[in-house]
T-cell receptor, first 111, second 114 residues
Framework: DQQVKQNSPSLSVQEGRISILNCDYT??????FLWYKKYPAEGPTFLIS???IKDKNEDGRFTVFLNKSAKHLSLHIVPSQPGDSAVYFC??????????WGAGTKLIIKP | GAGVSQTPSNKVTEKGKYVELRCDPI?????LYWYRQSLGQGPEFLIY????????DSGLPNDRFFAVRPEGSVSTLKIQRTERGDSAVYLC????????????FGSGTQLSVL
């Protein structure tokens, strides 16, 4: 049973536009959510996180929104840049090191 | 180097053989994690070290898998009697004490069991 789901395997966005990556979870006990970014042949790198006591967290071009009632979070990237092309993983936690990961969404930014 | 180093980057072995995968964490990071990523899936937690001891090995799939970190720095993941289903990318990550959410990952070891 997948507790964290990223239903879009890939997403293509024009450079300069907004990229929206989505993630759904099933376990209401998760209280911390994270996004990691992964380039080919590299390990994932931490991007942004949000605690369940918040509904939004912003860091530069990246904003994560959390909708607890819908068990849904999204990552917005504005404006999208070519260097944003990567695989994005959503992960959830019970405020500890055991991260439960989604399968990832491959983002392609078109010039 | 400044990052997490994993060796080898690729390992091809035959079914039934024994393999060792090495992880050299960022200097000063007391926490070390092993994850496994199968094709088309996200990373899956295997084991967590705080210092020299395995604080949580609940993610190890069975007793063929074992990991050590004898001096609190370098860690080795050991897989006995490898099976084709063990084929995956094995990722190691480290973090400073108390910082569990921001993990620093290595590039991984691609293990292929033929």
């Amino acid at each position: 049973d997948q507790q964290v789901k990223q239903n879009s395997p890939s997403l293509s966005v024009q450079e300069g536009r907004i990229s929206i990556l989505n993630c759904d979870y099933t376990n209401s006990m998760f209280d911390y959510f994270l996004w990691y970014k992964k380039y080919p042949a590299e390990g994932p790198t931490f991007l942004i996180s949000i605690s369940s006591i918040k509904d939004k967290n912003e860091d530069g071009r990246f904003t994560v929104f959390l909708n607890k009632s819908a068990k849904h979070l999204s990552l917005h990237i504005v404006p999208s840049q070519p260097g944003d092309s990567a695989v994005y993983f959503c992960a959830a936690s019970h405020s500890n090191y055991q991260l439960i990961w989604g399968a990832g969404t491959k983002l392609i930014i078109k010039p | 180097g400044a990052g997490v180093s994993q060796t080898p980057s690729n390992k091809v072995t035959e079914k039934g053989k024994y393999v060792e995968l090495r992880c050299d964490p960022i200097s000063g990071h007391t926490a070390l994690y092993w994850y496994r990523q199968s094709l088309g899936q996200g990373p899956e937690f295997l084991i967590y070290f705080q210092g020299t001891g395995a604080a949580d090995d609940s993610g190890l799939p069975n007793d063929r898998f074992f990991a050590v970190r004898p001096e609190g720095s370098v860690s080795t993941l050991k897989i006995q009697r490898t099976e084709r289903g063990d084929s995956a990318v094995y990722l190691c990550a480290s973090s400073p004490l108390g910082v569990w959410e921001k993990l620093f990952f290595g590039s991984g070891t691609q293990l292929s069991v033929l």
